[in-house]
């Protein structure tokens, strides 16, 4: 069989009913894994593994590949509606999805979502038919020090993500940095960072941080403000209308898509470089490469360039994997697993033995992104509502959802820990202006820098190989030049006095200064230890806990000593635009501030309490007479839902997680978002059943005791 | 998000329309009944889901025979309804001390790969929690002797082509694997000029290294890169088994020269990977025996040996006491050679 003619028998396989009923049951797996935070899409096929023991091949892998492709569009779909991206490649659509729901226009980001999706798997299965002569020479002139670079350029991103208050942004990239530290050394032995735990071997899942950082954060910020999603937009229709504006706007950008999906692509078919630095990469150069960007407040093209490029990048990701062997991420990993299963060899032969395979992979990709995409528009108008529930229901919801999905992983009672633990770390860093996405960048690419810089240097004896190999020199030239044109164009910009007096006095605040000393600490700690290290297992955490430990000292003198603040006062500021890039709404943290301070029992102060007075336009706080009051009411919420946060990763560790559940469930609606008794009720016992059917009936994960209650 | 959460069980039924008629029973008696002792006749049957851990990530080797493995064994030589439930649990240390600590009442069982889970013992003894040679063995269902490879358009056309090459370099996975210790015995044996660089994951990451030029030979397994090898992508230069260990539905293996032939008789079979597969210690023998028979039927099974050919993966089943013995020579073989290599 020729590959031409592999094409033609892979149809006449594709058009049977039964071929097409596994390939919507794929799709509709990827969607609803995709949606599902802390589900992410490869355990949805890894689970339909056992079932397809006994179907054909084709079939099999048609299931397989379907399950992969139309899972990218649909973790877009909470990201831009909750700020809870399905997995890390959709976290950069956060930027400027979750601003647009803000806005009431949530239907018109998924709209371009999914045409942004579905038009950059097209253009990057175009691409890899081009270059199917060429896999083999792209494939390997990517060696150690290009992988080393190119995860380097990823992280000077972080410089670039993190525009108006940069030195917190590279301390939240360093922090991620930190904990993708934790773990077995990728080189050298060591298992670093895990204070006995045996289950912090393998590391910390991006999934967990992830679900902590966005969903719980997102959830708490939700429930203390009491506030929909979409806030302040009551007259905005949610309709169809808006989702196929969104669809149509894509196509009034085609240099945008296709410049993203060709970077898309571009990153897929180098393998181990995921999805996650495709997206911000795509994001990045749009926000730099456009007339006149709003980005961070809601700009469609920083929806479209992310979607764009990681849905190219499974395509790209599709010619390594199948014609190597060599996953191109990790849910690729997967499906060649089960490809063996099903006796097809992925690698050199395939293309020469099963022609028909590859061509089924590649129509299916195609076909699974356009049904998923579809699914999306014609549910769109229906998903937004989730933008219009209160508060007090979704919060909880949100929380108590993500929570199980961190548990639903491994099951594994360390992760529900942990994700509540990366929810309170994120709500601190929120309330201190500090950007989290760095920190989520830091995390997905440390083990890849950290793994091939030693590879380099091993193998090449030292770091002239970074600027000695052509593609590498070309990539050290764009990190150096990304750097240097943000410094120049931060300089330049023109801030207002005003505006900077302001940036400097909220970026001095106390408790800021508590928080980022707390982070100081913790570098110090992560320093210290790091000596005990092996050589190579020592080298990076040596160098970033110094970095960050520099940067750490570098904020605190000059917010401190009134010298420096008057002279380098900018350099810490927090900017323009942050607030927008944090989807804080406006003054959000004002509020905080007063709500602490309210909270202390010290009334704030009089100028502030005006400031914020005729600015902020919450559910609560709007008339000055009745501000005490809801200053008041503000930190009760936070301080119970803290509390509840607390309670509930205690009783998570003490009774389990089937006990804890349903009581934080009910408690957090009781008392913090203040719902009647009967809908509270009610919605604790549906949501627990219907949990508890998905996890134990559905995917039979073992339910764990605690170590009070064992069982 | 409540929406669309809520509703996904409902269309999560869909896809799970066929698995919840045959799951559901399950359940129910998984949630009753946790006995591991067996009835009164001193026989013993699983009554719920075994769990087979994997110490690595899912696609390579060791998971492929597992789910190999598990698919047949569920499919005819379990009671109804039982099934095997591959966990892939890595990095390596964790998952062989999940194995290890594991309750021993047949519901856990897992693979073990040797000679790394020996070698990890001697060379890390704070990380590996568990002692080798306590295990319960089921069984073995493949030996893997090692060949040196190189990439096809290699200079070095033989063994001695390589020995007398100078300052080489060589690319392994990471340090303390089986690969990784069969490379580094390798080198010693022969004397060779080579630097080692390690990390790389899985084979096809070693195979690209070599591909690429970042590496100038490679020792890995005989049984792990039979595509490649048929592509003509690399080319074998010595295999480092001994004769008996020679898998026969390998035909390109058979023309290759061994360590013995070459003239490296003590490197023969010094470093052979053992896909092993285990219960945590002291199960009890009811239970040992049903697995050990249940094992073996599968693996004799028509339907396994026809996968087995079909995936590109030879087999070498061995009995519970003949693994033993091969495992017991392994450690006494490993406490010698690791302290060597550590020095050299």
Redesign the interface.
Known sequence: MDFGSGLVEALQQMTTWSFLLWFLIGVLNGTIFGLLPGLSGSVGIALMIPFTFDMEPMQAMGLFVAALAGQNFAGSITAILINTPGSSVNAATTYDGYPLSRQGRGGFAIGVSAMASFLGSLIGIAIIIALFPLTRSILLSFSFPELTMLGVLGLAVIAVASRGSMIKGLIAGMIGLLISFVGFAPIGGDVRYVFGQAELYDGIGAVIVLIGLFAVTEALSLIVHNQKVAAGSGTTRLGRSQVWEGARYVFTKPFLLLRSSVLGTGIGLIPAVGGTLAAFLAYFQAAKTVRDPKFGQGDPRGVLAPEAANDAKDAGAALPSLAFGIPGSADWAIVLGAMIMHGITPGPNLIRDSPDIVWMSILVIIGASFVSSSFGIVFAPWLTKVTKVRASLLAPLIIVLAVTGAYGIESRTTDVLLAIAFGLLGYAMRAIGMPVIPLILGLVLGPMVERSYLQSVETFGGLSAFVTRPISLVLVVLTVAVIVFEIVSNRRAKVPEEAKREGVRSATRPRTLAIIALFGVIAAVALVLATDFREQSRTFPLIISTVMLALVVLYLAIALVPVLRRRFGGVIADGHGMEQLMHVPDDLREQLDEAVSAADGSGPDPAAQAGTATKVETATAVEPAGEQEANADLAARMRNSIVLLVAFAAGVWLVGLAVTVPVVLFLMMRYVGRETWRTTVITTVVTSAALYFLFVSVLRMPLEGGTLVPF | ??????R??R??????A???AL??P??LTACGEDSAAGSDDGTWEPER?IDWIVPY???GGF??YS??IA?VMQ?GHLPDGV?V?VRNS??L??GI?SMFNAEPDGYTIGILPMPAAIAQEIQ?PD?A?WTTSEFTVLGQVDENGYVVYVPADSPFETIEDLIAAEDI?A?TV???SSSALAGLATIRALDLDA?V?????GS??VV??A??G??DFFVYGSTDL???V??G?IRPLMYLGTEDQLPENVDWLQDVPTAEEAGFPDLAGAVTELRVIVAPPDLPEPVAEYLRGALADTMADEEFVT?AE???RPIVPRTAEETEANIAEQIEQMEELVPQLADG
Not at chain 2, 1 to 6: N, Q, V
Not at chain 2, 11 to 16: D, E, I, K, Q
Not at chain 2, 197 to 201: D, L, N, R, S
């Open positions: 998000m409540s929406r669309t959460a809520l996904s069980p269309r999560r039924r869909a896809t799970a066929a698995a919840l799951v559901a399950l359940v889901d990530t899912p696609g998971d492929t789910r190999g698919e499919n099934n439930v890595p990095p240390p964790q001390s890390e990380l929690q370099r690319i990471e340090e303390g630097d660089t390690y990390g790389a994951e096809a990451e690209t290294a591909l690429r970042d590496a039979v595509g490649f048929e592509s992508d996968w079909e995936a590109g």
